[in-house]
């Protein structure tokens, strides 16, 4: 039949660049593909990540064992309304004809999960493209479908970055859909594939409870990105996560000599990360409930007291 079958894990990273290896690497293997059906059946969600929304906007995009680029096509429409990939990476594909249709002159960066069927579609029709591209012969449906059990994989493909580089890439871009798939991706690993919403909670917060010695009571995550308004934490419970990943902090954005992350929803507005004093790093945890973002004067105002230990002293004897 020569038909091939890809089962996806939810890697993040499922990105053009690394479809283009994969298929150059299969072209060592096989001489033809058919048929290419595609196994997302690694993870069973209910559904998208509690808060997310269902716009076009890239941080909306949903998750899934088998996502390409972020569930997120990236295209230009000329003035003549010729529709093209805005990646050179990326080859143009028919689902980027359809979806660009109507769209004013410009680039256009769209997730496409409006129709649960194009993610699936997405990922076939790159595989297809690539496939192509490296010379390998063949044609065929592209198809959702289970691996049959005891088939033998012919290429097995891992992340060419490791957790640290995408654990640094969505603290500096805020990546949404990448911080779910490590959730999701984190509780299988631990209670069994297929991976959900529940044993993702579930694992992290027994973690948090052993590892970092966390009260339930005052941390509870409803979902990896901070998109959900159930997701609570304390001040103190954030301090204290902040120590245990003080070894980890480079991977943290700097900003002004500052390793700092921010989070931010209607009315609430955070930071949490360190100062930097020499080699040592202090923790900083600001979270704010408040009608105006006032959070980067306060920063300042708290960053004032700490590079001034006399300013603290009259700060904490004022207090008293």
């Known amino acids: ?21 994969i298929a150059e690497r299969l072209g060592q293997r096989v001489s033809r593909i058919n048929d290419i059906i595609l196994d997302a059946s690694a993870f069973r969600l209910t559904g998208a990540a509690d808060g ?5 906007n890239p941080y909306d995009a949903a998750n899934g064992a ?24 990326t080859p143009t ?13 410009g680039s256009h960066r769209l997730n496409i999960c409006s129709e649960p069927e194009n993610v699936l579609r997405h990922v076939g029709e790159l595989f297809r493209a690539f496939q192509v ?15 049959p059990a005891g088939l033998e994989p012919v290429y097995v493909h891992r992340s060419s970055r490791d957790l640290s580089e995408i654990v640094r890439g969505l603290m500096l871009y805020s990546n949404n859909f990448i911080a ?12 069994g594939y297929p991976a959900t919403w529940e044993k993702a909670r579930r694992r992290l917060q027994e973690f948090l409870h052993r590892e970092v010695g966390l009260a339930p009571q005052t941390i509870q995550v409803e979902e990896g990105s901070g998109l959900s308004r159930r997701n609570r934490i ?31 929803l209607t009315g609430v507005y955070a930071y949490a990360g360190y100062f930097q004093n020499g080699e040592k790093l202090d923790s900083v945890v600001l979270i704010l409930n408040q009608e105006k973002n006032q959070r980067d004067r306060l920063l300042d105002l708290l960053e004032r007291l700490y590079r001034n230990p006399a300013l603290m002293a009259r700060h904490a004897q004022a207090e008293q």
């Open 133 to 147: 591209r490296s010379g390998i012969a063949g044609e065929g449906r592209i198809r959702p479908g289970r691996t």
């Open 93 to 105: 594909l028919p689902l980027m004809q359809e979806l660009g249709k109507g769209l004013a002159p």
């Open 234 to 264: 304390t001040p103190r419970a954030m301090s204290k996560l902040l120590a245990a990943f003080r070894p980890y902090a480079h991977l943290l954005p700097l900003d002004r000599g500052r390793l700092l992350k921010s989070g931010t």
């Open 1 to 21: 039949e020569d038909n091939l079958y890809i089962q996806g894990r939810g890697d993040p990273y499922l990105i053009s660049e690394e479809i283009a290896t």
């Open 66 to 89: 088998l996502v390409a680029n972020f569930n997120t096509i990236n295209i230009t429409v000329s003035p003549e309304g010729r529709i093209r990939s805005a990646e050179p990476q």
């Open 52 to 56: 997310a929304g269902a716009s076009l």
């Open 180 to 191: 779910n798939q490590l959730f999701l991706t984190y509780g299988a690993q631990g209670a």
